[in-house]
C-alpha cells in the first residue's frame, strides 16, 4: 500500500479576502512532485468556493472567470485589532466540514500545512489544533511564505512537528527520508524546473480557472518585497514547455482563465513571454489570461502589446506604485512616469481601450504623504486606467520594514496581525482609517470614469475645479 500524506490549505481569517485568481500553487506543484516518489496524496482546501454541505449551491458570487468572494463566518477579532471598525471573519468552508474530512484519513502517515500571508496566522494556528484534535499523533509539517518569513513565531505559535522554509520540495523529501524513514528514489529527483510535473489540479474539486508559473524568483529588490526571502534564485523555464503545458491542461480540463503567477513575467521578453504568446496564437487556443501580480511597463513594446492583444490577455495589472521619482528610486523600482505612459500609449495603439487596464498604486508607506497617494492615483486616471490601491504592509525582512522599525513606527518583534494591509497604514501619524476610506472612495468615482473613457482631471473645466476642492478639502 502507498503511503498516504495529507495536504491542507488553511482559511484566511482577515477583515477582507477574495479570490482574486488565488490558488495554493506550491503546495500543487509539491502534490504531483511527492507523487513521483510512490506517495498516494489527498488534500483538503478549507478555500473552496463550492464546497457547500448538503446541496450544490453556491453560496458566493463567482464571476465566469472564477473569481469570486469567500463564503465568510464572522468570528471575534483577535484582542490587538479590538480598535478597528470592521467585521472580522473565517474566510472559508465552516469547521465542521473541515473536521468531517480531516476524519476519513485516519490512515494519513503525516500532514502538510501550507501558509501564506504572515498576518493569516490564526487561520494555520487554528487548522493545525483541529487536525490534532482529528489525528492525533499524525506529525504536522508547517511550510510556506508565513512559515519562511518567520519560522520562529511560527514555531511558538503553531507548534508544528516540523518546519520546512524556502522551497519546499527537495527540503521534504529530505525531512520524508530522515526524520520520517521513508525510502525514497532520489535519482528521479528533477533537476530542472521543467523536470517537474505539472500541479496536480485534479486535486481540486470544481476548477474554474488555473494557474501558471512560467518561472521562479525575480532578479529585482524591491524594497517592500519578500520575494528573495522565499523563493529560489531567479530561474525561467523553457518558453516551448510552458506552451505545451497550456495546451496539456486546456486539453484536460477545457477551461479558458489562466492566470499568471510570475514575479518577472516579462523579464527578457524576447526570449521567453513573447515565445509563450506566440505560442498559444499559433495553438488558437480561446484563452483569456490574466496577471494579478503587477506587470513591468518597461519592458512592453510594439511587439508586446500586440502579443497580448492577440493571445488574449484580458486582465492588465501594470506595476507603478508612485509618482514620486523620489520615493520611487528609494524602493528601487523599475518604472518611471513616462515608462507608464508610453506603454498605456503602445497597448492602446495595439487596441486595448486605456479604461481596460489597471494598475497598482501603493498606499501607507511608511512617511507617505496623502498629497503623494492622491497625485498617484491622479497621475494614473490621466492615463485613462484604473488605479488598483493596494494597502502597504511592511513584510519582515524587507527594507521597508526595516525603515518602519528605524522610524519608530513598529517594533521589530511586532504581532504580525499588527501588520495587516487593513490597519497598517494607521501608523502614519495624521491619516485616520477614515481619511483612508475616502481615498478608496474617491479612486472608486475615477475608475468608473476611467471605464466609460473619462478623464475627469483632463476636462479644462471640471479638472480645475476639482483640484481647488482637493486641495481645501478635509479628506
Request: hydrophobic letters at 40%; a neutral charge.
Amino acid at each position: 500500500m502507498k503511503p498516504k500524506l495529507l495536504l491542507i490549505n488553511p482559511w484566511i481569517y482577515d477583515f477582507a479576502a477574495y479570490d482574486l485568481w488565488s490558488k495554493p500553487l506550491g503546495l500543487l506543484y509539491l502534490a504531483s512532485f511527492l507523487r513521483l516518489f510512490g506517495f498516494e496524496i489527498a488534500f483538503i482546501d478549507c478555500l473552496d468556493k463550492y464546497d457547500t454541505p448538503g446541496d450544490n449551491k453556491i453560496s458566493a458570487k463567482i464571476k465566469t472567470d472564477g473569481r469570486g468572494k469567500y463564503k465568510r463566518e464572522i468570528i471575534a477579532r483577535p484582542a490587538v485589532l479590538n480598535d478597528i471598525p470592521r467585521h472580522y471573519a473565517r474566510y472559508g468552508i465552516g469547521e465542521n466540514l473541515f473536521r468531517e474530512k480531516i476524519k476519513v484519513h485516519q490512515d494519513a502517515s503525516a500532514v502538510l500545512v501550507t501558509s501564506i500571508m504572515t498576518y493569516w496566522y490564526p487561520g494555520v494556528k487554528r487548522a493545525v489544533e483541529i487536525i490534532r484534535e482529528e489525528l492525533p499523533g499524525k506529525p504536522v509539517i508547517l511550510g510556506g511564505i508565513y512559515a519562511s518569513l518567520l519560522p520562529d513565531h511560527a514555531q511558538k505559535h503553531i507548534d508544528p512537528d516540523y518546519l520546512i522554509t524556502g522551497p519546499g520540495e527537495f527540503k521534504l523529501i529530505n525531512l520524508l527520508t530522515e526524520k520520517l524513514e521513508f525510502s525514497i528514489d532520489r535519482s528521479i529527483l528533477p533537476k530542472h524546473l521543467d523536470d517537474h510535473p505539472y500541479p496536480a489540479f485534479d486535486l481540486i474539486t470544481h476548477p474554474d480557472y488555473l494557474v501558471i508559473m512560467t518561472s521562479r524568483g525575480c532578479p529585482y529588490n524591491c524594497s517592500f518585497c519578500a520575494q528573495k526571502l522565499i523563493s529560489m534564485p531567479y530561474t525561467r523555464r523553457n518558453p516551448e514547455d510552458v506552451v505545451e503545458e497550456f495546451n496539456a491542461h486546456y486539453k484536460i480540463f477545457g477551461l479558458r482563465d489562466f492566470a499568471f503567477y510570475d514575479d518577472a513575467l516579462f523579464i527578457n521578453r524576447d526570449e521567453h513571454i513573447k515565445i509563450i504568446l506566440q505560442g498559444l496564437i499559433d495553438a488558437r487556443l480561446p484563452l483569456r489570461l490574466h496577471s494579478p501580480n503587477g506587470l513591468f511597463a518597461r519592458a512592453i513594446d510594439d511587439e508586446l502589446a500586440w502579443l497580448m492583444l492577440r493571445s488574449g490577455f484580458k486582465t492588465i495589472r501594470l506595476s507603478f506604485e508612485t509618482s514620486n521619482e523620489a520615493r520611487r528610486k528609494d524602493m528601487y523600482s523599475k518604472v518611471s512616469n513616462d515608462d507608464m505612459i508610453r506603454a498605456v500609449d503602445l497597448l492602446v495603439k495595439a487596441g486595448y481601450r486605456a479604461g481596460e487596464l489597471e494598475s497598482y498604486v501603493l498606499m501607507g508607506l511608511p512617511g507617505q504623504s496623502l498629497e503623494e497617494i492622491i497625485a498617484s492615483v491622479i497621475f494614473v486616471h490621466n492615463l485613462g486606467v484604473q488605479v488598483k490601491l493596494a494597502s502597504f504592509s511592511p513584510i519582515p525582512g524587507t527594507k521597508e520594514f526595516d525603515k518602519a522599525v528605524e522610524a519608530g513606527l513598529i517594533d521589530k518583534e511586532i504581532d504580525p496581525l499588527l501588520t495587516n494591509k487593513t490597519i497598517y497604514p494607521l501608523r502614519n501619524k495624521g491619516l485616520s482609517y477614515e481619511t483612508y476610506r475616502k481615498v478608496r472612495s474617491f479612486t472608486q468615482v475615477l475608475n468608473d470614469a476611467a471605464k466609460r473613457s473619462l478623464k475627469i482631471f483632463d476636462d479644462k473645466e471640471i479638472g480645475p475645479a476639482i483640484k481647488s476642492v482637493l486641495r481645501s478639502a478635509d479628506v
